[in-house]
Structures are given as C-alpha cells and as structure tokens.
C-alpha cells in the first residue's frame, strides 16, 4: 500500500493547530510554540486536538 499524502512534521502540526484557533493561556509557560510542539510528541496531533 502507498501512502499518497506526505509526513507532517510537528512544527507544521503546531502551525495548523494555531490556525485552527488554539487558545493558549495567557501568562503562562504553556504560552510558547516550543511548548506545543513537545506535547504533539508526548500525545500525539489527534489526542491534543480533540
């Protein structure tokens, strides 16, 4: 079986998450970018989505 669609990596899961209205907490250490990308690799892009 071939894939058809390619890899998304996780900094362009982060970017899409942010596009599709991610609300992050102000004032918080959660607030950065970096922080996403490490929890998309900890749980996943569909777990956190959800």
Known sequence: ???TK?????EDQAD???ERG????EN???NS???IIL????????RLSG
């Open 39 to 46: 929890r998309l690799r900890e749980v996943g892009y569909y």
């Open 28 to 30: 918080s250490a959660d």
């Open 16 to 18: 899409i998450l942010f």
């Open 22 to 25: 991610l609300a992050l907490r």
């Open 6 to 10: 390619p890899a998304t990596t996780y």
């Open 1 to 3: 079986m071939k894939f």
């Open 33 to 35: 970018r970096e922080e």
